[in-house]
């Protein structure tokens, strides 16, 4: 792969958005410097600090920025006052919604790994989880979220609507992501209830013929939600429509022990967003608490989406290097925690120098003061 020249558009958001973009941010520039690459950065508002600076939380100079780069990396978005006040007319994850639909977002991508070093700090039990390797696609741009909507004084009503196009196109992916991976894809619905589920049926079995290698397995969404716990490892890439998907992928979080180490890519007909799947922790703002892990990996997955693959394998490996010297912050590391400056120093360093990185705090501390 030759010298690259791509324009990164950066999100940080709101509570301990900004701390973890900064660490994926310095883990990027150790990419771009090992390899010869040029990334450059763009910084806007998006969320409750867009909110409180210019009273929408999308503003047009962020989407046009948006709109311009190759690819986005954003943070976390969400405050409390907006979360305790339901009446709210204009809220943080309008934005989201916002820049999703603007950008033609229609897929949401989130791997659920088990690391073998850290099974005990899932609730479920290590003989369950072990070897789980899940990539869930759901769908991101219609259903539910974005149907026709309203209310009176006693009732209200959110339709729930989908096309074949809408469908199609993300069924391709998922079966082109199962045919590079183990080959099996299962589709989560409600099928015996719900019509748009009877469409979503229909139009997979279409697409299945013509991924002869893919086996397709079909399960209601109530049982999924029982299997990811019983079993997660039959799983390997699961397609779902939008609030299946949101609340499955939640679900299947905890099967890692912890929200701090998934990462996401919202991808379409636009430019791609790269976000870790936790909220904006506005408790843990400013205390280097946060874990940087997720949006690390979400970086990881922006330079998949870049066309650069053994980039994207070195930042993965710094992340499992990490893990394997327990260099974690205290959620994960109880006795001994490093703060989130600290891991993003020692996974870029790892980036940089390979093996010769030795696990030592004086190391992590120091850091790239000299190099980035």
């Known amino acids: 792969m030759g010298v690259l020249d791509k324009k990164i558009v950066v999100l940080p958001g709101d509570g301990i ?50 709109e311009w780069a190759d690819a986005v990396l954003l943070g976390a978005i969400g405050d409390p006052k907006y979360d305790k006040d339901p009446s709210a007319k204009v809220r943080p994850e309008q934005g989201l919604l916002g820049l999703r639909k603007a950008l033609g977002l229609y897929a949401n991508l989130r791997p659920v790994v088990a690391y073998e070093q850290l099974l005990e700090y899932s609730p479920l039990k ?8 899940i990539l869930i696609y759901r769908e991101l741009t219609g259903g539910t979220y974005f149907g026709e909507k309203g209310r009176d004084e006693n009732s209200a009503y959110d339709t729930c609507t989908y096309t074949r196009e809408e469908v199609e196109r993300i069924a391709h992916q998922a079966f082109k992501a199962a045919a590079s991976r183990h080959g099996i894809l299962t589709l989560v619905d409600k099928a015996n209830v719900l019509e748009t589920s009877r469409l979503w049926r229909e139009v ?11 086996q397709v397995d079909y399960l209601f969404v109530d049982n999924a939600a029982m299997q990811l716990i019983l079993n997660p490892r ?44 936790h909220g904006s922790f506005p408790q843990g703002k400013g205390k280097g608490i946060a874990n940087p892990i997720a ?75 000299t190099i980035i």
């Open 295 to 369: 949006a690390i990996l979400s970086a990881a997955m922006l330079l998949d989406y870049l066309e650069l693959p053994t980039e994207a394998a070195c930042v993965r490996e710094g992340v499992q290097k990490a893990i394997n010297s327990n260099i974690l912050t205290q959620e994960l590391n109880k006795e001994s925690p490093y703060t989130t400056e600290q891991i993003g120093n020692f996974i870029a360093y790892t980036v940089l120098e390979g093996d010769e990185v030795e696990p030592h705090k004086s190391n992590i501390e120091i850091g790239l003061s």
């Open 234 to 277: 039959q799983f390997d890439v699961i397609l779902t429509e939008n609030m299946f998907g949101d609340i499955l992928s939640d679900e299947a979080s905890v099967i890692g022990g912890s929200i701090g180490l998934l990462p996401s890519a919202s991808i379409g007909d636009g430019v791609g967003v790269f976000e870790p799947i």
């Open 126 to 133: 290590p003989e369950r989880i072990a070897g789980t390797d």
């Open 204 to 214: 997979v079995q279409e697409v299945s013929q013509l991924y002869k290698d893919v």
């Open 17 to 66: 958005g900004p701390e973890v973009c900064q660490e994926a941010v310095k883990v990027l520039q150790a990419v771009a410097e090992k390899f010869n690459h040029t990334f450059t950065f763009r910084y806007e508002l998006m969320g409750a600090c867009a909110i409180d600076a210019t009273g929408t939380p999308l503003p047009a100079e962020t989407l046009e920025a948006c």
